[in-house]
């Protein structure tokens, strides 16, 4: 929902970053205010992940240039928990497991530290429990999935399923979903979709990352973007998505071929 | 990586307990011969019987070598440069814990280990041992009114010679190995534990070990015998002031379990492990041995071993008795530039017997962690049984972990089974957890407990929390 009065919630301007010693951010610039759901597009290799990585801190990815501001301070000057405390969500492309890890233990530990940051009060495991019931239901899913470490020997669909429960828990501001519907059966796309809709609110914004109108479809845009080599080339309304799925991307890359000679 | 706090640096907490008493100190001169035996022997006014067990040892281990086949690197140790008895100057020890020197009461309330009578550990019972000799041991009394003997070994040679006699080198003969015949010469202290036939010790025991002088080395010798029925569990811990020498630490423990006797034996082990550039530690060379003697025994062996420069220690049982059962759960975690070298023997002598191996190693920094285990199923144990499970966890690249289980059975119809893993605590798995508001160092030690959790769950409930904590601490600043 686009309104024009809404509150700057991310505002990220000409952002340059490389991994080792390759450059792969080239000026990235977009702006996401509270209520809107933004859809990232673009080939493999285009830097989505990357953007999103860098917005969540990870150490392995070195800014070079430009800046990100969340809510109106430096972002990327925090660590990534201060950046998770302070509401704002990756869900993985993929999910990591962590053997020995309770994903329980995790869970009630990551909600708490969101919720101290927000003045909350800490939950103790019981009201913990009462919680994270309900939360489960958001996603559909089997309470046993607590009991294991976190994301070990989880399929496919549960990861993202986990993923998309961490956000009910979390309630984040800026949601950044990494391509949570590959890998996802018509059953479970539809399923993370409904969560996703449902946690969206006036206050909150989304950036979905995907490959699919497929997902755009059960989830509707307000903004969608074409990236390519590392910046955003294009920026539409949810029309843009369906001229992607109609075209393909061919003509993308002749676009990025000329704006790289110049 | 480029991230502010590196998973290397993670492990490089300062040690806490690294200060100094300043007490006067009872020592004896430099080096090692027959007349430093006998001076020991005299200054504790031993029985014969004693003087000619050290005097044995001490000709034994003239005739041995240092053992050279674990994975330790370490400058030749110089026996003539040691004191091999050092205690703090006060007469007889104390009827009451009030008139020991507050110095010493001091020291040991500063690592957390309360003697004085408010405000002792609830439900724990501590034997103090501080250099060479014990200064303290809490609730004497009411063990006693169970019939159980807690005390430091040499009030144990004074008031229950005939049990020391009956016992001592039993199941670690004094040529054991070489560091055992060096112990059995010399020891100067440690803690006896008897528990009569079918009681259950009423509360756990602990022995609190802290060495203070930076030139003495420490031996101290520690015998648990718990007679038919009986059940005990006992827990050791240990610290060390930081030194840029070496000090060696070369102990000896003996469990004896009669019929249907269980002991339960935990070690959280902290002394101290040298800088970051493996200067100073202790040299930590041990030998623990169990000895289920009789039907249906149980020896269960925990260790949390984070500290010493160098770790040389296989706590063992030695399965006798038919149906009985050896158990090791042992978490080892190195740093910087610490070396451990440690593991089990499970010996299956009688029919039946079961034993269960774990072990969780951590390395982190430059340091080197080897588990080295041993299953042997003699002749006579039939359906002997071993489960063995060892798993290795790498923090960093610069740290190495080593297996060598060795597996040696007379009996076609045994079942050993091993079980063997590596994993490594990798970047992205720190920063997913990370990304949901959890603090670096946070999430490196719910990793590290979560691999630890086995063997945690074997500690006496007060120290499973304390243990945890302990890794935390050893961790901090150490992963990248
Ligand atoms: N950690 C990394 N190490 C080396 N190269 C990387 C790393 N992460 C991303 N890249 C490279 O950066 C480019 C963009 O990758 P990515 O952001 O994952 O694209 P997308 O998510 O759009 O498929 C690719 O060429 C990829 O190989
Ligand atoms: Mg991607």
Known sequence: ?262 | MSSSTSVGDLVSQPYKYGFVTDIETDKIDKGLSEDVVRLISSKKDEPQFLLDFRLRAYQQWLRMEEPDWAALRHPPIDYQEMIYYAAPRQQEKKASLDEVDPKLLETFEKLGIPLSEQKRLSNVAVDAVFDSVSIATTYREKLAEHGVIFCSISEAVKDHPELIERYLGTVVPSNDNFFAALNSAVFSDGSFVFIPKGVKCPMELSTYFRINSGDTGQFERTLIVAEEGASVSYLEGCTAPMFDTNQLHAAVVELVALDDASIKYSTVQNWYAGDENGVGGIYNFVTKRGHCRGDRSHISWTQVETGSAITWKYPSCVLQGAHSVGEFYSVALTNNRQQADTGTKMVHVGPHTRSTIVSKGISAGHSSNSYRGLVQIGPKARGARNYSQCDSMLIGDQAAANTYPYIRSQQPEASVEHEASTCRISADQLFYLQSRGIGFEEAVSMMVSGFCRDVFNQLPMEFAAEADKLLALKLEGSVG
């Open chain 1, 1 to 262: 929902m686009i309104r024009p009065d809404a509150d700057t919630l991310l505002e990220i301007v000409d952002l340059h970053a490389r991994v080792e010693d390759k450059p792969i951010l080239k000026g990235v610039n977009l702006t996401i205010k509270a209520g809107e759901i933004h859809a990232v597009m673009g080939r493999n290799g285009s830097g989505k992940s990357t953007l999103s990585k860098v917005l969540a801190g990870h150490p392995a990815y070195t800014v070079t240039g430009g800046s990100v501001r969340y809510r109106g301070a430096d972002l990327l000057n925090l660590e990534p928990e201060q950046r998770a405390r302070l509401g704002l969500f990756l869900g993985f492309q993929y999910p990591v497991e962590i053997p020995g890890v309770s994903n329980l233990e995790f869970l009630r530990v990551s909600t708490n530290a969101r919720r101290m940051e927000k003045g909350e009060e800490e939950l103790d495991t019981f009201a913990f429990e009462d919680l994270v019931r309900e939360r489960l239901q958001v996603v559909q899913m089997d309470p046993a999935f607590l009991e294991r470490s976190v994301n070990e020997g989880f399929s496919g669909g549960e990861k993202k399923r986990n993923e998309i429960l961490q956000m009910a828990l979390l309630d984040p501001l800026v949601a950044i979903l990494d391509e949570t519907d590959s890998g996802l059966d018509i059953d479970a796309l539809r399923i993370v979709a409904g969560g996703v809709n449902h946690l969206a609110s006036p206050e909150n914004a989304t950036l979905l990352i995907t490959h699919y109108q497929r997902l755009l479809d059960v989830i509707t845009p307000d903004y969608v973007h074409v990236m390519a080599g590392g910046r955003i080339l294009r920026t539409g309304g949810k029309e843009l998505a369906l001229e992607l799925e109609d075209r393909g991307y061919d003509w993308v890359d002749q676009e990025l071929a000329v704006l790289e000679v110049a």
